[in-house]
């Protein structure tokens, strides 16, 4: 990968001209009220673009030419080959465009540019390519039905798929959803995060570009409650894919309750436990991953925030953790050396800040805690520690989506079992330790969707990601995701 300088970031983002119209049955679009919103980027306070303000009428117009495109048959009745070309086609552009899509996403949400550069992007190409490759291997089935009987079990696609994803990952969280459902036939109406819509419209030209037809994949932008909501009332929208809070994921099952029982699959919050036995091979390793929780300004929902660690070790092994948290130091983000960002804006950076304001009242702060200034923007976080954590505290409970590590503390495995599982929400959990039983045992014993061993918040498009409980339903990702966007069918037939 090549590194560039920030003189070369700076340049380019002060070329870009981002797109900030919707994109509704194969054109960009201005939202029917002719509303817009202005788009800020959270690390320089500048305004970047104004973006499309839609509503309920833009919302109607786009699930129109999302059911015409799907009842025509223009992709849902193309051979899977012919989907899959077209889709890898799609892999293939975003890689052409990989820096201008970085700049996009660290100018929407104050990710490092660097980074999504060199991991993030690439990654997410292979994610695409991978579902699409997918699309022709996906097989029906028959059923061992009497003699004269045959009962075909089909996978059909599902109609028209709405996926309302956060502005985290903006691009990744809606190719996760996007992908799968284009390579199964679908029609899709994605709604990006009202802070981060840029690279989800930059998506839409290579859709284009690639060969997907007119009114098979729209983008509409907006808030939430005006977008969001009437795509999960609306009652031709048949499935709604969402990545996004707890408390915005059940309003989605109450909206699907109240229109036409849409299948709603939600991947929601996380607070997930990270347990260092004493026993662990390789402290050092452990704590460098231990303070990965603050990647991505600590906006990731799977990450390890809560730190459990065996009384006997702790001391020593904070004192690792904070080693390796420093140098995620905030930076800006255009500079190829800054490991941590900017959050996404004041108005979440300061949700964050009145955490840590409460932590300090609740345990011992050891590192971090401040907010602070770079250039004309104040939406930086330092690396925060928290020890004394007890799992009474909010800081222990409450999912916090900031650079903040709260670290707790066991005698026995018993204990430390059941304050991992003391939370509402089940997305991932890791475990270090060198004894083989104990890690199989904690992989049984732990309610998460995922269980890492010596390592933490490992994901790839070939297993599937999602949550226990309140972290979600259904699974992202591997061959299970397409289970979320087909339905089946049967045919008898008497012979
Ligand atoms: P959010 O729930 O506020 O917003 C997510 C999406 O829902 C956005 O597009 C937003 O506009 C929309 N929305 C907001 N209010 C709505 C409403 N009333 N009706 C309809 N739509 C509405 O979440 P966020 O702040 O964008 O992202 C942070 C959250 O996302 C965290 O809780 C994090 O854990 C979660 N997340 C989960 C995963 C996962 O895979 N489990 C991944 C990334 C983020």
């Not at 994949?217 to 005006?226: A, E, I, K, Q, R």
């Not at 390793?285 to 990965?292: D, G, Y």
């Not at 906006?299 to 020593?316: F, H």
């Not at 509402?424 to 104990?438: C, D, E, K, Q």
Request: aromatic share 8%; net charge negative; glycine share 6%.
């Amino acid at each position: 990968m090549t590194t560039y300088s920030l003189d070369f970031w700076t340049r380019r983002s002060n070329e870009l001209k981002p797109e900030g119209l919707a994109f509704v049955d194969g054109r960009f679009v201005p939202s029917l009220s002719g509303r817009t919103y202005e788009n800020r980027n959270p690390a320089t306070n500048s305004a970047i673009n104004h973006i499309a303000d839609c509503d309920d009428s833009d919302v109607d117009l786009a699930v129109a030419a999302a059911r015409r495109a799907f009842e025509a048959g223009v992709w849902s009745r193309r051979s899977p080959t012919e989907r899959k070309r077209i889709l890898l086609r799609v892999a293939d552009l975003i890689e052409r465009d990989l820096e201008t899509i970085a700049l996009l996403e660290s100018m929407d949400m104050g990710k490092p540019v660097q980074v999504a550069h060199d991991y993030e992007l690439p990654d997410l190409v292979e994610f695409v390519r991978w579902f699409a490759e997918s699309a022709d291997k996906l097989y029906d089935e028959i059923a061992p039905a009497a003699p004269g009987n045959l009962a075909m079990i089909r996978r059909e696609p599902i109609g028209v798929v709405a996926a309302v994803v956060p502005w985290n990952f903006p691009l990744d969280m809606a190719v996760w959803k996007c992908i799968p459902a284009l390579a199964t036939g679908n029609s899709i109406i994605l709604k990006p995060a009202e802070q981060s819509p840029l690279t989800a419209l930059h998506l839409a030209k290579l859709m284009s570009e690639a060969g997907v037809p007119d009114g098979v994949f729209n983008v509409l932008t907006g808030y939430g409650p005006s977008v969001g909501q009437p795509l999960g009332l609306h009652m031709d929208v048949d499935c709604l894919a969402f990545t996004g809070s707890t408390e915005v994921g059940k309003k989605f099952m109450g909206f699907s309750a109240q229109s036409n029982m849409k299948l709603v699959w939600l991947e929601c919050g996380g607070k997930s436990p990270n347990l260092i036995f004493e026993d662990t091979a390789d402290l050092d390793a452990a704590a460098e991953l231990a303070a990965r929780v603050h990647y991505n300004q600590g906006e990731i929902c799977s990450s390890p925030t809560r730190l459990i660690v065996q009384n006997s070790i702790k001391d020593a092994f904070i004192e690792k953790v904070m080693a390796h948290s420093r140098a995620y130091a905030p930076g800006n983000p255009l500079d190829p050396k800054t490991l941590m960002g900017a959050m996404v804006d004041a108005e979440h950076c300061s949700r964050v800040m009145s955490f840590i304001e409460r932590g300090r009242q609740e345990a011992n702060l050891v590192l971090g805690g401040n907010r602070i200034s770079i250039g004309a923007s104040s939406n930086f976080i330092e690396p925060t520690i928290f020890d004394c954590v007890t799992q009474k505290h909010s800081i222990a409970r409450d999912e916090i989506f900031g650079p903040v590590l709260s670290v707790l503390s066991f005698d026995t495995e018993e204990e430390a079992v059941a304050m991992a599982n003391d939370t509402i929400y089940g997305l991932m959990a890791s475990v270090f330790t060198s004894n083989l039983s104990r890690a199989h045992r904690m992989s049984e014993v732990l309610r998460a969707g995922t269980v890492a061993v010596n390592t933490v918040d490992l994901i790839s498009p070939l297993v599937p990601f999602g949550g226990m409980r309140q972290s979600g339903n259904g699974r992202d990702n591997s061959l299970h995701a397409f289970e979320k966007y087909t339905q089946l069918k049967t045919t008898w037939i008497k012979f």
